[in-house]
Nanobody, 122 residues
């Protein structure tokens, strides 16, 4: 079994910062791409950033220059540093990872965390 657990969400004022973390655990052989998605009320889930195993990140235009993703491959963790937050960043943020498990049938699957709420409001 593989689990993704996010942390770091909360309430912050416009212009503030938050750092999200997502730790993967369980029967993991290898983690390939990881990413952060978000879903605001009444909207579809959207990609915020995808990050490769080598650390190359691709950001949505709406967060470029404000958000920074990073990975700690030794600890199966991905981070999202969010600066200059805006009210429109309010959403549930989800971690996603493409993981090859260490148990049969050793097939890569996409796993999701439970989500963490980020609210940007004065």
């Amino acid at each position: 079994q593989v689990l993704l657990v996010e942390s770091g969400g909360g309430l912050v004022q416009p212009g503030g910062s938050l750092r999200l973390s997502c730790a993967a655990s369980g029967n993991i052989f290898r983690i390939d791409g990881m990413g952060w998605y978000r879903q605001a009320p009444g909207k579809q889930r959207e990609l915020v950033v995808g990050i490769t195993s080598s650390g190359t990140a691709n950001y949505a235009d709406s967060v470029k220059g404000r958000f920074t993703a990073s990975r700690d491959n030794a600890n199966n963790t991905v981070y999202l540093q969010m600066n200059s937050l805006k009210p429109e960043d309010t959403a549930v943020y989800y971690c996603n990872a493409d993981i090859i498990p260490i148990v049969y049938p050793y097939k890569r699957n996409s796993y999701w965390g439970q989500g963490t709420q980020v609210t940007v409001s004065s």
